[in-house]
């Protein structure tokens, strides 16, 4: 069974720094475009960045400069980097394929930001 696996979130402070990451497993990963989404209490799950196959990307218009995406298809494992975080990011991260979510949606990883 396909599934995705995140990790590397956590607690930290405004300004800081996280990197996640998400392990696919028992798919052929490199054909797929991969997307990082969020989601925040109450909110709806959002698409924070996408990435291409080639490695093309795009990204939220509240994570443009400060965030970045990229994968390892020899690994089957997208990141992201996120830089100058903000309370406002806080939220539960997932990684999915983009733009259907073909897979069912796993745990996430939790991401807060706080003083």
């Known amino acids: 069974q396909v599934q995705f696996v995140e990790s590397g979130g956590g607690l930290v402070q405004p300004g800081g720094s996280l990197r996640l990451s998400c392990a696919a497993s028992r798919v052929i990963f490199s054909m797929y475009t991969m997307g990082w989404y969020r989601q925040a209490p109450g909110k709806q799950r959002e698409l924070v960045a996408s990435?291409?196959?080639?490695?093309?990307?795009t990204y939220g218009d509240s994570v443009k400069g400060r965030f970045t995406i990229s994968r390892d298809n020899a690994k089957n494992t997208v990141y992201l980097q996120m830089n100058s975080l903000r309370p406002e990011d806080t939220a539960v991260y997932y990684c999915n394929t983009f733009p259907t979510a073909r897979v069912n949606w796993g745990q996430g990883t939790q991401v807060t930001v706080s003083s």
């Open positions: 990435i291409t196959g080639g490695g093309s990307t």
